[in-house]
C-alpha cells in the first residue's frame, strides 16, 4: 500500500520569493517518487522524478526536490517564483505494480 | 513526437447513458493508464493496460472498463452512468510500464454527466 500527503493546500509567496511545497509519503516498497505540475484546464506536466538515484533531483523551470528517506519526504522547492509557476502541483508515489498515487494538491499562488 | 491524445476533450451526457473516451499514447508506448480527477477525489487511478491486457485496476465499480488495441490505442467505457461521474478523465502512457517509468499525460476528456 502508498500514500501522499500533501501538508499545504494553498501555498501563496510573493514573485522572486522562494517557493517550498511539502509532501510526505508512504509505501511498501521502494518508491518512486514524482511532481506534476496542472495548469488551468491543461493536462499533467512532469517536473522531475526521483528513482533511487541522486537524492536531489532536478526537474525543469528551475524546481528541485530532496527525497528524504529517514522523514519519508519529498519536498519541492523553487529560488525565486515567477508569476508563471502558479499552478497545482502534485506529489506522486508509484511502488510496486500500482497505479500512481497522487496527493490532493497544492495550489500556488503567486503575488505581484 | 507527438503527444499523448483524447478524444473527444469535452462531453455532455445525461444519467442513465454510457460513455466511451479514447486515449491514443506516444508513438512506440505500449502501456496506457486512465485516471479520474474530481474536485472531491483528486486523482484516482482507475486501471492500466500493457499490450491489450489489464495490468492492474484502481478502487472504481465494474461501470468502469477499459480495452486496450494491438496499436496500443485505449478506450474507457462507463455504463450506466450517474452524476457523481462527471470529472477529468486523463490518459497517461508509458514505453515499456516500468515502475521507474514518467508517464506522460494527455490532455483530458471532460464529461459532464447531467
Known amino acids: 500500500a502508498q500514500s501522499v500527503t500533501q501538508l499545504d493546500s494553498h501555498v501563496s509567496v510573493s514573485e522572486g520569493t522562494p517557493v517550498l511545497l511539502r509532501c510526505n509519503y508512504s509505501?511498501?516498497?521502494?518508491?518512486?517518487l514524482f511532481w506534476y505540475v496542472q495548469h488551468p484546464n491543461k493536462g499533467l506536466q512532469l517536473l522531475l522524478k526521483?528513482?533511487?538515484?541522486?537524492?536531489l533531483v532536478k526537474g525543469i523551470n528551475g524546481f528541485e526536490a530532496e527525497f528524504k528517506k529517514s522523514e519519508t519526504s519529498f519536498h519541492l522547492t523553487k529560488p525565486s517564483a515567477h508569476m508563471s509557476d502558479a499552478a497545482e502541483y502534485f506529489c506522486?508515489?508509484?511502488?510496486?505494480?500500482?497505479?500512481?498515487?497522487f496527493g490532493k494538491g497544492t495550489h500556488l499562488i503567486i503575488q505581484p | 513526437k507527438a503527444g499523448v491524445t483524447q478524444t473527444p476533450r469535452y462531453l455532455i451526457k445525461t444519467r442513465g447513458q454510457q460513455v466511451t473516451l479514447s486515449c491514443s499514447p506516444i508513438s512506440g508506448h505500449r502501456s496506457v493508464s486512465w485516471y479520474q480527477q474530481t474536485p472531491g477525489q483528486g486523482l484516482q487511478f482507475l486501471f492500466e493496460?500493457?499490450?491489450?491486457?489489464?495490468?492492474n485496476k484502481g478502487n472504481f465499480p465494474g461501470r468502469f472498463s477499459g480495452r486496450q488495441f494491438s496499436n496500443s490505442r485505449s478506450e474507457m467505457n462507463v455504463s450506466t452512468l450517474e452524476l457523481g461521474d462527471s470529472a477529468l478523465y486523463l490518459c497517461?502512457?508509458?514505453?515499456?510500464?516500468?515502475?521507474?517509468?514518467?508517464?506522460?499525460f494527455g490532455p483530458g476528456t471532460r464529461l459532464l454527466v447531467l
Open positions: 493496460y500493457f499490450s491489450e491486457t489489464q495490468r
Open positions: 497517461a502512457s508509458r514505453l515499456l510500464g516500468t515502475d521507474q517509468e514518467t508517464q506522460y
Open positions: 506522486v508515489v508509484r511502488g510496486g505494480a500500482d497505479g500512481l498515487t
Open positions: 509505501s511498501s516498497y521502494s518508491p518512486s
Open positions: 526521483y528513482t533511487s538515484a541522486a537524492t
